[in-house]
């Protein structure tokens, strides 16, 4: 199959590599300096179940639909930040409405399925999530991802029928080292990843603690799951009920995983924009719409707007 890959940062290029060395012909859209690496030099990636390096099919969005058709491609994979979703999709207006390409969304949030479906419609909609993977741009062309790197997929918003699309792609993303699974309402699934999310990210891009480190102390750890909680009230404004049961799976899963840096810590480390408004506000707006109260979470994405950081102690001269 050829697959284009929007956003090819280090979760995208991450599953790139694995589709290629499966044998299957990948384009990558990348921009500035990581695109320059990716064309010039190709691509590397470094995980511990995966060692690839080799030449890649890379371009701008723009050379994109110049040179090729949306229908060339079998499968769009959408692995951009959130915030940038409703910008690629009216740069890409055109180009997308003249085929019939289904797109899949590999992104944090719950909002970006919505925008796609308005946009293509729900039939070409297919929502998704990445499970259990740190990934990050450690140089230009340059990835260094960790985990095991799991995707969920399903229609969009839900659906009780089987469909033939997803089990082919599920079978094809598991031949690749993908470990893949269908699932019948990935609404629920994609609230139940915004509650590791909100736990760990804004605490993690506020202390620059990685998220074993938060999980494990006694303070900091009660804060994620307390958040959590308040995402899981969240939910509910989108018809998804999340119980005890799902936040402590959630705790426990993030609290066993791989020391890793969130990727909004790392997005403030390098001082790029921050997925604030599509994680922390997703929560805060929800709970508001449903007349709940979402301290923990309103208070660390507060702190995060005011560009609080963590002192830095100078030595003592003498």
């Not at 949306?70 to 055109?94: F, P």
Request: glycine share 10%.
């Amino acid at each position: 199959m050829k697959f284009l890959i929007i956003g090819a940062g280090g979760i995208g290029c991450y599953y790139g590599a694995r589709l290629l060395q499966a044998g299957h012909g990948v384009t990558l859209v990348a921009r500035g300096e990581h695109l320059e690496a990716l064309q010039q030099r190709g691509l590397d990636v470094e995980h511990e179940a995966l060692a690839f390096s080799g030449t890649v099919d890379a371009l701008s969005m723009d050379a994109l639909m110049q040179r090729d058709t949306c229908n060339e491609y079998d499968l769009i994979i959408v692995a951009l930040k959130s915030g940038a979703t409703a910008t690629w999709l009216e740069q890409s207006r055109d180009w997308l409405k003249a085929g019939t390409t289904p797109v899949l969304s590999l992104q944090n949030g719950v909002d970006n399925e919505p925008m796609i479906a308005q946009q293509l419609g729900a039939a070409r909609t297919l929502g998704g999530l990445a499970v259990r993977i740190g990934g990050h741009i450690i140089a230009p062309g340059r990835i260094e991802a960790r985990g095991p790197a799991q995707v969920v997929m399903g229609c969009w918003p839900d659906t009780d029928e089987d469909d033939n699309r997803l089990d082919t792609l599920a079978a094809l993303f598991n031949a690749a080292g993908i470990p893949t699974r269908v699932s019948a309402n990935i609404r629920y699934e994609l609230w139940k990843k915004l509650v590791i999310n909100n736990g760990v990210n804004p605490l993690s891009a506020l202390t620059g603690l990685d998220t074993r480190t938060l999980t494990a102390d006694p303070v900091l750890g009660q804060a994620v799951y307390r958040m959590m909680q308040e995402t899981a009230v969240a939910a509910r404004a989108d018809g998804v009920e999340l119980t005890c049961a799902d936040v402590d799976e959630m705790f426990e899963l993030i609290s066993q995983f791989d020391a890793i840096k969130t990727s909004m810590l790392v997005d403030r480390e390098k001082g790029r924009p921050l997925e604030l408004d599509d994680i922390s506000g997703v929560v805060i707006r929800r709970c508001e719409a449903l007349g709940e109260a979402a301290p923990w979470t309103a208070m660390v994405e507060r702190l995060l707007r005011l560009d609080i950081r963590p002192l830095q102690w100078l030595p003592q001269p003498g």
